[in-house]
């Protein structure tokens, strides 16, 4: 949805998928179009410490010369401008509401790469997500899919595009760690497994054209660990 009246878009973050690429996808299916700012970290903390990032973090998304921070913030506004978000206050509210969602997924599987614990209960905390926290959250996601149907009204919305991605970031390796281990590798890759509603939809989502054309051109990272990612591991 190109529109000549509007100012630039820049979103700025690591070069990973991470907090960023509900944003992208919203803008991909929405033909919006954005600057895509792979930031190294050194860039990252220069930034940072020279007080041009609103709240110290990434990603951040400038609009003309306005800055704005948070991710899930700055997802429920692309999709207003990509035409993403429902009409009615209602289905705003159920669909920003399933979103928050992905966002409570995301930080609870995003702590365990951060926790200060030796390699080995790291893994089992990775094995204890899989096997027992996850699906419950998983399970109260298949309730809210609709068979042949997006998750709120009739069409596509940002409610759709942050499940796809949670479905996303969960299945691949979060961090250097996990993917290291073969069991780790394989908990995520068949999570869905006992959610075929779920998986249902995820394969609805990607096969909307603007979104397969956005997974077919996205930079392939093998995790989504800033820390430990090198510039030679990203295409
Ligand atoms: N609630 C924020 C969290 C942002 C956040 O944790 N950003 C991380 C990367 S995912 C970051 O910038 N870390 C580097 C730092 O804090 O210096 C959001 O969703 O945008």
Redesign the pocket.
């Known amino acids: 949805m190109a529109d000549a009246s509007r100012p630039l878009l820049k979103l700025s973050y690591?070069k990973v998928r991470?907090?960023a690429e509900m944003t992208r996808l919203v803008f991909a299916a929405g033909g919006v179009p954005f600057e895509d700012e792979r930031v190294p970290f050194e860039e990252?903390?220069r930034r940072?410490e020279a007080g041009e990032l609103p709240f110290?973090?990434?990603?951040t998304l400038a609009v003309g010369d306005r800055l704005f921070?948070?991710?899930?913030s700055i997802a429920k506004y692309a999709a207003r401008v990509a035409g993403l978000m429902p009409a009615d206050p209602l289905d705003v509210l159920q669909a920003e509401g399933i979103v928050d969602s992905t966002d409570d997924v995301r930080s609870k599987f995003v702590a365990i790469r951060y926790m200060p614990l030796d390699p080995n209960a790291v893994q089992e905390k990775y094995r204890e997500w899989f096997n027992a926290t996850l699906p419950v959250w998983l399970e109260k996601f298949e309730r809210l899919c609709r068979p042949g149907q997006f998750l709120v009204g009739d069409s596509l919305t940002v409610a759709d595009v942050a499940v796809f991605n949670m479905c996303d970031y969960l299945m691949s390796p979060s961090c250097a760690q996990q993917a290291a281990s073969p069991e780790l590798c394989a908990l995520a890759a068949g999570c869905l497994g006992s959610f075929p509603r779920l998986q249902e939809l995820r394969q609805k989502v990607a096969e909307v054209p603007a979104i397969k054309a956005w997974l077919d051109k996205r930079p392939q990272t093998p995790h989504d660990d800033?820390r430990t990612l090198r510039d030679a591991e990203f295409n």
């Open positions: 690591f991470g907090r990252q903390k940072k110290g973090q990434f990603p921070a948070q991710s899930y800033v």
